[in-house]
Each structure stands twice: as structure tokens, then as C-alpha cells.
């Protein structure tokens, strides 16, 4: 292991990492805490200047109620469920189908197509703006949030193809053989041998897939516009424009807006642990 | 003995898809990945190439008008601004390596609750770039910002960082490089759980510690985090823009606008819906990015036949 286990140092070496650990990790979150702070301040303590100082009240439930009854953030969240998870389901499928063609059947041009996702997962958005924004005013699909799915589950399929493929080229293959050797068809193959075994790898895209859409901001802008259907990447931002300086208010939304993927990460860590690491590294 | 249907003689006839089905197969689970991606992805590509060969608003008719967008670029002032910003994303914005490295060393140990305290020192990743922006944002407030306070107490003047035209784009990097470094953190604290423990038992036995071992013998072995952390680093810079949106609009004077930015507000902004000319832009991002692709795609091509 390295660096050396810190029990085999000395004890004031000891106590001196652990008394550091508390110290680096307040540091290291100290915007977020302070924003977290702000969110339970009083409106009074900004216009009295007391932007860092302790609360003058535990404004927790005033804010936060703000927020959730008098605001337009409940549909933002709304349309951002709507629009993450369908995507989810979406790309998952997609690419399950695609990483199990390119993972399990060998014919000339596999690497080219699979080169293909790749490439494409890592484009500049700005390049498919002007075209894909078109293509959405054209199907009628301007400003709603089947729009922006589409768009999302087409381009997030490049990256989970190339997680799913290297995923299921880590199976054992001669599993699949021998259910070819029984004369099972191969649509078989991939529902009752294949889809089983890539349970993790799903839910490790399912989680990442989630977090990236949810997280969103750029398509939001392009593809939408107000709370009929933008989400809630971009609704903060007319959140923050209608309590333009009420940082107690501007505080608890940002919160809000990004609980979501955060309650998603600490209860899925792992998965979304290994999908972050592509699996390559184990 | 009796007349027993002998399947040798009469073969099952068997249609064109079961003799194909191994052929077959795999374009059938494509099919729909590949239309999606061609549609949205790969065809636009294309079609960027060929809206920068023209004048247009977006709505009226289109005028050809050849390389003209192309030599625009060439003497436009805002251009070249977003072209270096871009150049100090990219470099600053590989500090997120070391600085992932450094702290997955620090916190790759084994006493109680580290497994929370890494977890939260992942956190920032999960949160959107947008907040992430507000949040530097409010740090950063000239007045009331958490930052001059601090240098404040420290007895230097007031700081205005976003405010500045030669300290902004640095200031939002720094906020980007926050969500990055616990990005490859991350990578580095899975790679150290994957490092041999004999290799480094051995060079221990032969005197290697500190630097060296890490130099050495360590880094080695993190080979594949530290390709993904290159690739993700690179593309993320190149791809910044909610933070910029976010903190400062492309501000003071423009000076924190980089192509990604700038392409968007030609193309889809209040300056003007100058689709054409966006798509040169954006033509000339892609073909930065596309150095680097080309570089990813020729090491997994590698690794690929290697196998």
C-alpha cells in the first residue's frame, strides 16, 4: 500500500493526520458550506451586511418554503425528472443492445462502428448545435422535453456503447457459446444470458446517466426556453433573476436544484464509482 | 425399424434469417443506436461543415458565401481573446491531475470514517456546473464575498476577481478545477486500491521511498487512471461553459469568453443569430478537439490490438 499506512508512523504523526483530515475537508467544501449557511439566513442579516457571520435566525423552513410554494422551481424539478429519467431509460437501452453487438460478435467493420460512438461521445457540443437545434424546430419539438430527450438519448448512447462494449467483452464468453451450442436464438442469448450479467454495469450507467442529464445546462438553453419544459439546470437561473440579491432564497434553490444527484450519488456510490472509471480501472 | 424420419435427409428449412442469424444479428441490435447517433450526432457534424460556408440568420434563406465566415475569424479581435482563453483552460486546467493525485495520496488510508471523508471530498463533482458557478460566483462577490473577506483579514486591498479582465477567466477556471480535481481523485484512489502491494513491499526492501517510490514505482502503475484523467481533463476544458455563462456571461469586456462561448453567443444570443458564422466557430473547435480524438482513439486502437 502506499503511501505507507499512517498506523505504522508515529503517534504525534498520527494525530497530526487526523486532526488534518477534518481541517482539509472543511477547506476543501468551505464554498459549499457557505452557501449551505446561507440558505438558513434571515433576509435581514444581507442588508445588514452580515453576509459571514452567524445567522441572525434559523430561517430554514421560511426559505426552503419559498422556494418549494412560491416559486416556479417545483416544475423545474418536475421537468427535469421528466426529462433525466426517460433518457436514462433511453440510453441504457440502446446501448445494452449496442455493446452487446459490438461486444460479442466479431465481423470486419465492429471497431470502426465502436470508434464511432466514441468519437461522437467526445465532440465539441457547439458543433451539432446549429443542426440539432434545426432538426428539433422541424419535428415541432422545440421548447419540450421530448426534444431535449431525444437529443440526450442519441448523444449520451456514444458513451454508454463504449461502457456497455468493454462491459460485456469482460464476460466469459464461453458462456454464450455454449448457449449457441444448445440452439438458442440470439435474441435469447442477449435477454437470458447476457442482460443478466451486465446488471452492474447498468446500474452504474443508470446513476452516471442520471447525474449528467440532470446536470445539463447547455442543451437546456438551446432546446428550451421558460417552465413549461426547461429544467432545473436552467430554471435556477430565472430563479435568480426574479430574487436577484436575495442570496438566503437564491441559496435554498441552488440546494434544491441540486439535491437530486447528490442523494443518487451517496446512495449508489459504488455504481457510480465504476461507471466513472469507464471500469478500466478496477 | 419402420420408416423413421431421418432429419439428415430432409433438412429443416430453415429461413434466410436463421442462416444468417449470426450475420444478422449484431445490425439488428445496432439498428437503433446507430440511427439515433447518426441522426443527432454524426449527421450534424456534417451539416455545421457545410452551414459555415454561409450567411444566414437562421430563419431566412441561406447565401453561400464560401470561405468568407472563415477569413472573418481570421481578423476578428473577440476570436483570438477566446482561442487563448481556450489555450489557458487547457493548461490550467491539467492541474487537476496532480492535484487529484496529491489528494487521493493523502486520503488513501485506512482509519475510521475515511470512507466518508472521501465520498465527501468527491461531492463537488456531483453538483452541476451551474451551482458550482454561483457558488464561486457568491465567493467571489467584491463586497461581500467570502474571498475578499479573507484576503481582507490578511491586510490586502479589495479583490474584484471576476471583475477583472486579467484575473476573471483564471477565477473560473478555478472554480471548474474544483469539480475536476475530485474527478481524478477519484481515478487515483481506485488505481492506488489496484496497485501490487509486493512490487511495493519489494522496492521498499530496496530503499525506495517517498518521491522515488511514488515516481518509480507508483505512477506506473497508475498508467490507465491517469490516461482517463488526461482524456476527461482535456475534453472538459475544451468543452467549458456553463461556468463561463454562469459566472460571468463571457465578461469583463468579453475577455472570459472561449470558443465554446463565443460560438453560442454569435450563433444564439442577443448579439445576433449569426448561424454561419457560429458554425465556423464551432467548425474550428471541432478540429482543435479533434486533434486530441484522433490521439484517444489511436491509444484504445493500440490497446485494443495489443490484446
Known sequence: MFPRPIQQASAPAQTAYKTMLPIALILWLLPLIAVAVFSIKPASDFTQGNYWGVPGSFEFFNNYGQVFFNSDMPRYMLNSVLITVPTVIGAVALSAMAGFALGVYKFRSNIWVFFMFVAGNFVPFQILMVPVRDLTLDLGLYNTKTGLVLFHIAFQTGFCTLFMRNFIRALPFPLIEAARVEGVAEWRIFWYVVLPLMKPALAALAVLIFTFIWNDYFWAIVLTQGPDAQPVTAGITSFNAQYRAAYHLMSAGSIVAALPPVLMFFLMQKHFIAGLTLGAVK | ?307
Open chain 2, 1 to 307: 425399424m419402420t420408416t423413421a424420419t431421418l432429419p439428415d435427409t430432409d433438412p429443416p428449412k430453415r429461413g434466410w434469417y436463421k442462416r444468417n442469424e449470426i450475420a444478422v444479428t449484431p445490425w439488428l441490435f445496432l439498428a437503433p443506436a446507430i440511427l439515433f447517433f447518426a441522426v443527432y450526432v454524426i449527421i450534424p457534424i456534417f451539416q455545421s461543415f457545410s452551414i459555415s460556408l454561409y450567411d444566414w440568420d437562421g430563419l431566412g434563406q441561406a447565401e453561400y458565401i464560401g470561405l468568407a465566415n472563415y477569413q472573418e475569424l481570421m481578423n476578428d479581435r473577440a476570436f483570438e481573446v477566446s482561442l487563448w482563453n481556450n489555450l489557458k483552460w487547457l493548461v490550467c486546467y491539467l492541474l487537476a491531475i496532480p492535484a487529484g493525485l496529491f489528494i487521493a495520496l493523502f486520503l488513501n488510508q485506512t482509519v475510521t470514517g475515511i470512507r466518508i471523508y472521501k465520498s465527501l471530498f468527491f461531492f463537488p463533482f456531483v453538483l452541476s456546473q451551474v451551482v458550482v458557478g454561483l457558488v464561486f460566483a457568491w465567493f467571489y462577490l467584491p463586497n461581500e464575498g467570502l474571498l475578499p473577506a479573507i484576503v481582507g483579514w490578511f491586510g490586502f486591498g479589495p479583490v474584484n476577481v471576476l471583475g477583472d479582465p486579467s484575473w476573471a477567466t483564471y477565477g473560473i477556471i478555478l472554480a471548474g478545477l474544483w469539480p475536476q480535481t475530485a474527478y481524478c481523485m477519484i481515478l487515483y484512489l481506485t488505481g492506488l486500491n489496484a496497485v501490487d502491494p509486493e512490487q511495493v513491499e519489494a522496492a521498499r526492501l530496496d530503499g525506495a521511498k517517498g518521491w522515488k517510490m511514488l515516481w518509480y514505482v507508483i505512477i506506473p502503475q497508475l498508467k490507465p487512471a491517469t490516461f482517463i484523467a488526461f482524456v476527461v481533463t482535456i475534453i472538459g476544458a475544451l468543452r467549458s461553459f456553463d461556468l463561463i455563462s454562469i459566472m460571468t456571461n463571457g465578461g469583463p469586456f468579453g475577455q472570459t469568453r472561449v470558443l465554446s462561448f463565443y460560438m453560442f453567443e454569435k450563433a444564439l444570443s442577443e448579439y445576433g443569430f449569426r448561424m454561419g458564422y457560429g458554425a465556423a466557430i464551432a467548425v474550428v473547435l471541432f478540429l482543435i478537439m479533434l486533434v486530441f480524438i484522433a490521439y484517444f482513439l489511436w491509444s484504445m486502437y493500440r490497446e485494443e490490438k495489443g490484446h
